[in-house]
């Protein structure tokens, strides 16, 4: 069994023995309970998964914690297998200011500013401010790395670029990834939000932005991956489940819609992730 394929099936069991469940009545814990396509949707994938568990859905915010959690650990553990394609220290974190890594560093020194100025801080507001669920980050290389395979720096050249530790010691973000097991319309866009504003507050390299969600319909997964811009792509927590549940159901509409968003590039499985954070 490939490696990534044992690692889906960790985090897909990690989540059922979490927060994905089946209440009393029937609804799985990602799905709208008002919604007959999005019960019907979410029960399909779920009985693709294992072993289902009854529990009554926890509340939003500690969905949402969990689901960031256990993203995040599977985020770490896949990374652990792909340093010969993208070699260097990475970090898997949990929230936190982007104001810690090279590229965004200067929002700290302009957070003082505006503690300090009532005018500065109406005019810049707050939105610079972002704290992401989960960060990947890399530390800049030593010189030694560097010239591990023959002599390429000294302490004349290249003394301004961001990966030299010697120069410059903070972690550079490498990407940002927003969690949302569900998406309402409505709360979707704040990560349209923050990747819009690690876009224009950055000074060097752009991380990979990117957004992991656990909803069923595609009609809700389109209010968020549709578009470009602001996000490089929206991963599904069961993609190759959700399109099997939508064709057993003969849905046309939903499936032509997931297919756009797939052939689009807009959309790809959690699997995909890591593959392309090291891209």
Not at 22 to 43: H, L, M, Q, T, W
Not at 84 to 93: C, K, Y
Not at 144 to 156: K, M, P, Q, S
Not at 171 to 198: P, V, Y
């Amino acid at each position: 069994m490939a490696s990534f394929v044992s690692l889906r099936q960790a985090f897909h069991a990690s989540l059922l023995d979490g927060i994905l469940t089946r209440s009393p009545k029937g609804v799985p814990s990602n799905a709208d309970s008002s919604s007959k396509a999005s019960c019907a949707i979410a029960s399909g994938i779920l009985e693709q998964l294992g072993a289902i568990r009854t529990a009554e859905k926890l509340p939003g915010q500690t969905a949402g914690a969990d689901f960031e959690t256990a993203t995040a650990r599977f985020v770490e553990a896949s990374l652990g297998h792909l340093a010969h394609l993208r070699p260097g220290t990475f970090h898997v974190a949990k929230g936190g200011g982007i104001y810690r890594f090279d590229q965004y560093a200067h929002l700290d020194d302009l957070e003082a500013i505006a503690k300090q100025n009532r005018e500065i801080a109406t005019a810049l507001g707050s939105d610079y401010l972002i704290k992401p669920d989960i960060l990947v980050s890399r530390s800049p290389a030593s010189d030694a790395e560097i010239n591990a395979r023959g002599h390429l720096v000294d302490d004349r050249t290249a003394t301004l670029s961001s990966l030299r530790g010697v120069f410059q010691p903070l972690d550079l973000l490498h990407a940002s990834i927003s969690c949302k097991w569900t998406l309402r319309s409505d709360r979707a866009q704040n990560a349209r939000s923050e990747g819009l504003n690690l876009v224009r507050n950055r000074k060097g390299r752009l991380p990979h932005i990117a957004v992991v969600t656990g909803e069923p319909l595609p009609s809700r997964i389109s209010s968020l991956a549709l578009g470009t811009g602001d996000i490089d792509c929206v991963y599904h927590f069961a993609l190759t489940e959700l399109r099997a549940s939508i064709t057993a159901l003969a849905d046309a509409g939903y499936l032509d819609m997931l297919d756009m968003m797939v052939e689009g590039k807009r959309l790809r499985d959690i699997s995909d992730l890591m593959l392309d954070l090291v891209s």
